[in-house]
């Protein structure tokens, strides 16, 4: 009796799996690489002015860094010709535009001078007034409102500043309650000066991307993770559309990337950008970082691993922001290193893309993602709007040289058949080779080192994370011996998934005198492959079925 309630709990099971694949639409044809090349990114493009005025912040005072960085983006809708110097890698960039045949012109003015230049740009020579608040929505309003008409952003305590600068007030919003109903209100009067597909999610203390927005008229605003803020978030993203980008950042990570998979959109975690209204505009080469063709290993007294370094969708990152991830590359001169590193660069900031790439030697490897274009969840992502989310994701790699995909997404979640069937959005691509699973939770390790194959390609879990508790103050010598002795004590195998491991090296706890810590205590047995190679190693040598190593040890 038992037996037979099992059987039919198991037929009930497979029933409801395949009731569910029967659900989702049949996946498309993949696009060629002709029409991939020819796919149009989110970004609208500008020529940028044969002059660019080279500007120091220093002495801004942040409200007036906020009025300067609106100005620059009202300016940049027609001629973007202002570069604000905000970090170390400004000097690399700059001399970029300046190789491409633009004047540079250093120029040390206040905010007072800065308006007195470009004040013709400023709709009606107005400003709207703001005030200050935790999630900036007078701000953004404001920003929105520079969008429409090209009135400048002021807050309430530099508001002298713009009428010495013979500006007046056409809007006061600085007395009003901040809140859902007064961003939609104005919203609503605003809505058809906005493009929609692109928005930006931005709070008060993050100066960047405003420019950004001005310049592409895109919306921007900003929720937080309740229920008013879902719903408002909802609406916004409904209004927009299916795959729209987010650029930004968020209060929970978690909640807020889910709910958008959901929706069908993704985000680019941004907020510490600047200067995007000229940086996406500069037309460079992408050069090939990957340059070798992937070659498979056939030692069978050997156990592969890969070292995956995670985080790379975090383009403020990469492009000028904490810890510098330029610096980062090039502290890894004799390591075989994977770095995911976002292909929506290629689009939104194409020079951090050459910068970083070029920091790279023969032992770096770039992978895209995660999650492909952005940051998403593809086991829950609308399953009407992933064919153009995956396309765009292999059009963008196309396009940045990229051949393996990274995914980051939840494996409570995830439903093993509706999995198999969701890679194949990537795999149908000819220019993807496969990927890495970073899933959560349990620090990106939750797969277990589990492998999936798609279309005969491997996409391959994290088995273990070099991620410590405590930040890079607990990676400990002890601690990075005993991650280490974990990989040590798994077995070679080359014919099965047992002799593999990804590893994920976490940005925010391991240094690079950690990694090669935890390098030097690998036995000789460990060999260290790029992702590349990796994958090609498993590809060859592995059945090709979705499989779980045996032995893992937590």
């Known amino acids: 009796m038992f037996t037979k309630i099992v059987a039919l709990y198991t037929a009930f099971v497979i029933f409801l799996g395949s009731f569910a694949l029967i659900a989702e639409p049949k996946i498309p044809t993949a696009a060629t690489e002709a029409e991939l090349l020819s796919l149009e990114g989110v970004i609208r493009k500008q020529e940028l002015s044969d002059d660019i005025y080279v500007l120091s ?58 308006i007195e230049k470009f004040k013709s740009y400023i709709g009606d020579s107005g400003y709207t007034l703001y005030r200050e608040s935790e999630f900036g929505e007078g701000l953004a309003v404001a920003v929105n409102y520079a969008t429409a008409y090209g009135w ?153 691993v890969t070292l995956v370094y995670s985080d790379g969708d975090n383009c403020q990152w990469i492009q000028n922001g904490f810890s510098e991830y330029r610096q980062t590359v090039s502290t890894y001169p004799d390591t075989t290193m994977t770095w995911t590193v976002s292909p929506f660069l290629q ?36 399953k009407n709007s992933i064919d153009l989310m995956s396309t765009r994701t292999a059009s963008a790699m196309l396009k940045s040289n990229q051949r393996i995909l990274t995914i980051l997404d939840d494996y409570t979640t995830l439903k093993d058949k509706k999995f198999t069937y969701r890679l194949g959005y990537f795999s149908r691509f000819d220019n993807i080779d496969g990927g890495i699973l970073l899933l959560d939770p349990d620090k990106y390790q939750a797969g277990t080192g589990k492998v999936w194959f798609s279309n005969d390609k491997p996409f391959a ?17 002890e601690w990075i011996q005993s991650r280490a002795d974990i990989i040590n004590n798994y077995p070679v195998d080359i014919n099965s998934v047992n ?56």
Not at 248 to 269: A, N, Q, R
Not at 349 to 369: H, M
């Open 152 to 304: 400048l952003p002021v807050q309430k305590s530099i508001e002298e500043i713009a009428k010495n600068s013979g500006l007046t007030a056409k809007l006061d919003i600085s007395a009003d309650e901040y809140d859902y109903d007064f961003q939609q209100e104005h919203w609503v009067a605003l809505r058809d000066h906005f493009r929609k597909g692109l928005v930006i999610h931005q709070k008060y203390s993050k100066p960047g991307l405003r420019d950004l927005a001005i310049q592409q008229n895109a919306y921007c605003f900003y929720t937080d993770s309740t229920d008013a803020g879902n719903r408002y978030l909802k609406k916004i993203l409904t209004w927009s559309g299916k795959n729209t980008a987010i650029l930004g950042w968020v209060e929970m990570e978690k909640h807020f990337v889910e709910y958008i998979s959901k929706l069908g959109c993704y985000i680019t975690p941004s907020d510490i950008c600047w200067n995007n209204s000229i940086l996406s505009n500069v037309v460079v080469e992408i050069p090939e970082p990957n340059k070798s063709t992937p070659v498979a290993y056939n030692d069978p007294s050997k156990h592969y």
């Open 347 to 382: 689009e939104f900031s194409p020079l951090a893309l050459k910068v970083i790439y070029s920091k790279a030697n023969d032992n770096q490897y770039f992978a895209a993602g995660p999650s492909g274009i952005a940051y998403c969840n593809p086991t829950c992502y609308d």
């Open 57 to 114: 912040v220093n002495g801004y005072s942040y409200e007036e860094m906020m009025t300067a960085f609106a100005l620059q983006g009202i300016v940049a809708k027609t001629n973007p010709c202002i570069y604000f110097l905000t970090n170390g890698v400004d000097k690399e960039y700059l001399a970029e535009i300046e190789k491409s045949g633009k004047t540079l012109h250093y120029e040390n003015w206040n905010l007072a001078t800065l």
């Open 499 to 554: 002799g593999y491991s990804v590893i994920c090296v976490h940005a925010w706890s391991m240094r690079p005198a950690s990694v090669q810590k935890f390098i030097e205590a690998l036995d000789e047995h460990v060999v260290v492959l790029n992702a590349d190679d990796f994958l090609k190693t498993m590809e060859e040598n592995i059945p090709h079925e979705n499989a779980t190593p045996k032995d893992f040890i937590s």
């Open 461 to 477: 879990s994290v088995r273990l994370s070099l991620w410590a508790n405590d930040g890079y103050d607990g990676a400990t010598d």
